[in-house]
């Protein structure tokens, strides 16, 4: 199997491509911006049709614009790579004479940025940032793209992954209970969903290896878990007692406001990212490839923690 993967050497790339190597038939082909000289490497500045191989299997776009939570990122930036590059690769690979799959890693935030309920594939999208719109954009484009019979796409919406060489809140929230700073937040009670990376390698790889339909699909651990749950995950994985105060839910929520103001850690922005719920169902693409995840959301956890501790 001789797979294009986009964004090989990214936090997802190099987990998807240190999990294949398991497999010898899987041949990967990284497409970079700048060559570093180790395995098959073709630039996006010289990505034509013609620089492919005829016997490419797959495509794996994985490149692109993450969400800035500091701000600062231009909306063009988003769309020049979330929209622009995956319509230059989707466009090459729909002509391609041999490649039959195409796989785009987008995000639940294509869907929607806050959840009640469960999210699942049925609901109608409303991405609030350029990030998320970006992302749906791109999703519109594949879906609505005529192609030959032989060829399938699949638009993957991951919740929050997490796994070795992960840098993100969930490292923030680690270091802090780390250096045994108590958790204001436990009044709050919430449920999320998180994607251990080797679960999301475990679903790539079936994809690859089976005629699924072509469409959308969810990508998430199986089980949900509080932020005060997860906080006893970190303490565990540091055999360390951790502190949970119930600081009345009024109190915080008007200290956020006053981070709004005067730029604080605890903002508006990051209380909800902490303490809100987002459940994401993953019942459809469980369903479609009959596959049990090799990870709970715990061992995953457990996983990603003991990759910071070391």
Not at 112 to 123: C, F, I
Not at 148 to 175: D, M, T
């Amino acid at each position: 199997m001789k797979l294009l993967i986009s964004g090989a050497s990214g936090f997802v790339g190099a987990n998807l491509c240190k999990y294949l190597q398991q497999y010898p038939d899987a041949e990967i082909i990284s497409l970079v911006r700048r060559k570093s000289g180790s395995g098959n490497e073709i630039l996006w500045d010289e990505l034509t049709l013609e620089s492919l191989p005829t016997d490419l299997d797959a495509v794996i776009h994985l490149a692109g614009k993450a969400h800035d939570v500091k701000n600062v990122t231009l909306q063009q930036e988003y769309w020049d790579i979330n929209y622009g590059l995956t319509k230059k690769l989707f466009d090459i690979f729909s002509v391609h004479p041999y490649a039959t799959q195409f796989l785009f890693m987008s995000s639940v935030k294509a869907a929607a940025d806050n959840v009640k309920g469960v999210l699942d594939e049925t609901v109608q999208p409303n991405p609030a940032t350029p990030y998320g719109k970006s992302k749906l954009a791109a999703e519109q484009y594949i879906l609505s793209s005529e192609l030959s019979a032989n060829k399938s796409c699949y638009v993957l919406r991951p919740c929050i992954i997490h796994g070795e060489g992960n840098k993100g809140n969930l490292n923030l929230l680690y270091n802090v209970i780390k250096k045994g700073i108590p958790y204001p937040l436990g009044a709050f009670e919430n449920k999320k969903s998180y994607l251990y990376i080797h679960n999301l390698s475990a679903v790539i790889w079936e994809i690859l290896n089976q005629h699924i339909p072509s469409g959308v699909y969810n990508i998430a651990d199986d089980e949900v878990i509080s932020t005060n749950e997860l906080i006893d995950v970190i303490g565990r994985s540091l055999n360390k007692k951790v502190s949970i105060l119930k600081i009345p839910r009024r109190l915080i929520r008007v200290l956020s406001g006053i981070g709004d103001t005067l730029r604080l850690p605890l903002n508006t922005e990051r209380l909800d990212k902490l303490t809100g719920d987002y459940v994401v169902s993953n019942e459809k693409i469980k369903n479609a490839l009959q596959l049990n995840l090799p990870y709970c959301t715990r061992q995953g956890l457990e996983m990603t923690f003991k990759s910071f501790r070391s």
